[in-house]
């Protein structure tokens, strides 16, 4: 999964990549009370990822992001199912939303904030650790690369098992190259 | 009442707590583990002790706890004496089979946490079994220790016979559960409680006439069958011996397999005045009894001896509760303990000697006293109690079912005159291989393979055997020791506890018991005098083979099945679905005639330019799909349909449906372009367009069309006809008030149907952890997977070649 190999495209993503991040939060942020939410927020951040990865190859990418993107998802789910049970401990039923009314907050001025909103965030690191995950592993095995680290492997499969990758690697180079054909 | 639920806290929740953390500590503490498991079976004999003599015996107490008020289920728990006494056995047991297991398992056993930790999870289910006040409950832990029990009996499941057993041992008492847990419901049905202290103290008469009541009675003794292993179920108990010595002694003689008696005992006043109850209890029962002693007679391995003498035992006990009168049985107590007493014994001896000697087959082993004259001695307690010699429990066990079966001679004709036979022809041969399993074992000349192989066995592990042995000949010679606590412990409408006596004078029970103790050593002398040549158990007789066989023409079965309804392209599938959605719905709408083209009729003057554009260019795209020859081309035409969508969306005024359809749509394409580019003949080959056959093609676009058309209709139909009172405008009402939201989709997802997105959430980790594992997967060339070792992928064929 390369994008174009020009520096225009290159600067444009990172660029990009800010932008819409900053339109995620601001999508997450109003999401309760205008269009918007942790499901849309989620998937804009996965897609400026994607992005990020066209612009500067999936094997920089994970090593600026450091970590798996499926802790994401996990701390999200996490987050989620907190929020559902903390109310339980206060003998209150599961999924009970609590709101609080902050005025005069500056550059803001009122606004109105509760537990949904954790609720949201949850969502939304379920959905950019998700989509991210897939689409990676997906396109580092259409690059001929490992789909995962050999860290990894362990983690989602079997120790029996082989990766498929490891076969495609070991078969004579077929004529045609595998990747998605570009728009060039 | 405070105290006793701390007390009776301990006494179960404890051991299922402590189950997962002996597991854990047992990675660190290897071979200790032992200790640390025995404290939850000590501290569970303590409470429950405590617990006893806290409420007072004999009255009955339940304790319980909120669990699922909504379903009316909770955790109910009723204290009486049939509870504690059962859960006496499985606590004092439990203690002293841990602490036999500890010497019993090797040094370098591996995963003797993970062992203890089974243990302690089936003593917690048995117990909560036991104490179960309610029938869900019950059926609950029931099934919770045939699970333990699989997973012991498959602790060494390198090995094929443990694996085979304990799938014999799951599917035989996990599917008479499951009968046994239709009866239950039906029982609940019936008397609109599902509580048993209700049951055994409300009137049930009502109720008792119906067929259901008979049809819950049955289905509830196949579960009490199935775990007792009563014939013709009796085959899977033997084959569970391929467990370790000390789960067989705790799990398959001592508890579990008692569950069917617990249970028949537990509802004996509820069923015991039914017609069929005691022909069928008596029929089935002293047929096992009879059966699983002549097995035991003509059986070599040590521990198949024991086990076939269990299912002969446990259809004994079963019989006596089907000929027991109305008002209760007298002796239950005390066959059971008896049973407790020199069979727990007798398979902790076995499992000595098998470990001593390194044989399990009677005919190898012999002269063993010299060698090991405490368990001697113990042994020849042991199986004197088994033939029932006076001075044991075994002979005051004989004694009184001898009783029972002249009374119930006079009183049912038939039956009783079976049940006698049953009985003399049993005792007989339980006479004969109790000699054997002594005489063969310890006496005669040692074999040179034993004199080779022997090595003195710790002392501290012929402890337990020695104790219950001692028990056996301590109540034996004084009975009226029992009186007190089997006064104690009796329960209203089950027991009426009388005074136990050594010697009962010269009646014809004494005569019959001395009889059979001759023709018993009489059959043994017969067998030493023909070398035991005839003996083997008959292929007929071998229920487990054909249990197997069925197994196997199952699977063979399914996989015929699989193989012909099977295919590799969803292409073969989508057809099949797609028709059956046509002529299902399709053929609904056409049934409905008339009314159906009245709702159709289109009122062409609200129509909108703007929308129809829009609707026009998503028609247009589809059609470019249709058309367009590269498969990229396909996939980007079909997602500029999709986005078209987007448009339409937005002329409808609802910017969350766009907003997210626009998102989906280019995390869709992204992804689908990438998996068709990762398939690997899309792959090697590129882009390549299959030419389908004319028919083919003919008979999809019919398809094609015809779903359109289904679904136009249905839309116009849906249009036609708007839903009274829609849920959408309660919400969209509610939004600001309830949720303090004003976007009513967002408060939908987080807050109305919160639970919803919860679940969505979670199926969608779920989802991705499934397709990192499956990306993983070994692939197979095309030559391995046609005639490889392993034969087609997920037919289960060289499962065995893999390890």
Not at chain 1, 33 to 44: D, S
Not at chain 1, 153 to 159: G, L, N
Request: glycine content about 10%.
């Amino acid at each position: 999964m390369t994008g174009p190999q020009s520096y225009i495209f290159k600067t444009v993503a990172r660029f990009l990549f800010f932008l819409v991040n900053v339109f995620a939060l601001y999508l997450l942020l109003r999401g309760h009370n205008f269009p918007g939410g942790g499901f849309i927020a989620g998937l804009a951040t996965a897609i400026s990822l994607i992005l990020l990865s066209l612009a500067i190859g999936l094997e920089e990418l994970h090593r600026v992001m450091r970590f798996d993107p499926v802790r994401l998802a996990a701390a999200g789910l996490t987050l989620a199912v907190v929020t559902g049970a903390a109310p339980m401990l206060f003998d209150r039923p599961f999924l009970e939303h609590f709101d609080m009314h902050f005025s005069n907050v500056p550059f803001i001025g009122g606004f109105h904030a509760g537990t949904p909103l954790v609720f949201d965030v949850g969502v939304y690191l379920v959905v950019v650790g998700v989509a991210c995950k897939i689409i990676f592993a997906l396109g580092k095995s259409t690059q001929r690369l490992r789909a995962l680290v050999a860290e990894e492997e362990a983690r989602y499969s079997s120790r029996v098992e082989q990766p498929i990758e490891e076969e495609v690697r070991t078969e004579p180079e077929p004529a045609q190259n595998p990747t998605i054909p570009d728009a060039t | 009442m405070e105290l006793h639920g701390i007390n009776f806290l301990l006494v179960l929740g404890l051991p299922l707590i402590g189950s997962p953390l002996v597991a854990l500590a047992g990675r660190r503490l290897g071979r200790r583990s032992g200790w640390l498991a025995l404290a939850f079976p000590l501290i569970s004999t303590a409470a429950l002790l405590a617990l006893a003599g806290g409420i007072g015996l004999p009255t009955r107490v339940v304790i319980e706890w909120p669990w699922v008020p909504s379903l009316g289920l909770g955790l109910s728990f009723l204290i009486d004496g049939l509870s504690i006494f059962f859960g006496l056995v499985v606590s004092v047991m439990g203690s002293l089979i841990v602490f036999y297991a500890i010497f019993y398992l090797d040094k370098d056993e591996e995963h003797q946490g993970r062992f203890y930790s089974y243990l302690v999870l089936f003593m917690g289910a048995m117990l909560g079994t036991v104490f179960s006040n309610h029938l869900v409950l019950i059926f609950i832990f029931w099934e919770l220790t045939g699970i333990a029990s699989f997973l012991l009996i498959g602790f060494w499941h390198g090995e094929a016979d443990s694996r085979v057993g304990a799938r014999q041992a799951l599917l035989v008492t996990g599917s008479t559960g499951l009968a046994m847990f239709v009866g239950l419901v039906i029982l609940h049905q019936i008397f609109g409680s599902a509580s048993v202290s209700e049951l055994l103290s409300g009137d049930l008469s009502s109720g008792k006439h119906s067929v259901l009541f008979t049809v819950a009675m049955l289905l509830v003794l196949v579960g009490a069958f199935g775990k007792s292993a009563q014939f013709p179920l009796h085959f899977w108990l033997p084959n569970a011996m391929a467990a370790p010595t000390p789960v067989s002694a705790y799990l398959h003689s001592a508890t579990m397999v008692k569950l069917g008696v617990f249970l028949v005992a537990r509802l004996y006043p509820v069923f015991v005045d039914h017609s069929w109850w005691a022909p069928l209890l008596g029929l089935i029962a002293f047929t096992t009894m009879a059966l699983g002693a002549v097995l035991a007679l003509l059986s070599h391995d040590l521990k198949a001896i024991l086990a076939f003498s269990t299912v002969s035992q446990l259809g004994y006990l079963i019989g006596y509760y089907g000929l027991g009168p109305p008002d209760g049985v007298e002796h239950d107590y005390l066959h059971i303990l008896n049973h407790v007493f020199y069979k727990g014994c007798l398979f902790m001896v076995v499992g000595i000697v098998a470990h001593a000697a390194g044989i399990r087959d009677i005919r190898q082993l012999g002269g063993l006293f010299p060698r090991l004259p405490l368990l001697g001695v113990t042994t020849l307690v042991a199986a004197a109690t088994m033939a029932g010699i006076p001075g044991t429990t075994g002979f005051l066990s004989k004694e009184m079912m001898l009783k029972e079966i002249f009374e119930a001679m006079r009183a049912r004709d038939e039956l009783g005159l079976y049940a006698t036979a049953c009985v003399v022809l049993t005792s007989v041969v339980k006479v004969a291989f109790s000699v054997r399993l002594f005489a063969n074992i310890f006496l005669g000349k040692k074999p040179e393979q034993v004199k080779q192989d022997f090595h003195a066995p710790s002392p501290w592990m012929q402890l337990p055997p020695v104790l219950l042995a001692a028990c056996a000949l301590l109540f034996g010679l004084f009975p009226g020791l029992l009186d007190a606590p089997f006064g104690a412990l009796a329960v209203e409408g089950l027991n009426r506890p009388q005074h136990l006596a050594l010697w009962h004078g010269f009646t014809k029970e004494l005569l019959v018991s001395s009889l059979v103790l001759a023709l018993g050593f009489g059959l043994y002398w017969l067998g030493e005098k023909t070398n035991w040549r005839w003996h083997h158990i008959p292929r007929w007789l071998r229920f487990d083979v054909a249990f197997e066989a069925g197994i196997e023409v199952f699977s063979k079965f399914t996989k015929v099945v699989t193989r012909v309804l099977r295919s590799d392209q969803p292409l073969d599938y989508l057809p099949i679905i797609v028709t059956f959605f046509v002529l299902l719905v399709g053929g609904r709408l056409l049934w409905q005639g008339s009314g159906l083209w009245g709702s159709l009729a289109l009122d062409w003057g609200t129509v909108q330019p703007l929308r129809t554009l829009a609707a026009g260019l998503i028609a247009l795209a589809v059609v470019g799909v249709l058309f367009l020859r590269r498969w990229t081309a396909q996939l980007i035409s079909l997602s500029v349909a999709g986005f078209l969508t987007c448009f339409y969306f937005v002329l409808y005024r609802a910017p969350d449906l766009a907003l997210t359809q626009i998102l989906v749509e280019t995390v869709t394409l992204i992804m689908v372009l990438l998996l068709l580019a990762r398939f690997p003949r899309s792959a090697q080959v590129g882009e390549e367009r299959r030419k389908p056959v004319r028919f083919r093609r003919v008979f999809h676009m019919l398809l094609a069309l015809s779903v359109g058309g289904v679904a136009t209709v249905l839309t116009l139909m849906v249009t036609a006809n708007p839903h009274p009172s829609p849920i959408g405008r309660g919400f969209l009402e509610h939004t600001v008030e309830l949720a303090k939201g004003s976007n009513a989709v967002n408060t939908i997802l987080v807050d109305f149907r919160g639970f919803d997105t919860l679940g969505e959430i979670t199926v969608l980790v779920i989802a991705t952890l499934g397709c990192l594992g499956l990306l993983m997967r070994y692939k197979r060339t095309p030559e391995e997977y046609q005639q490889g070792p392993h034969g087609p992928p997920g037919s289960g064929a060289g499962e065995e070649v893999r390890e």
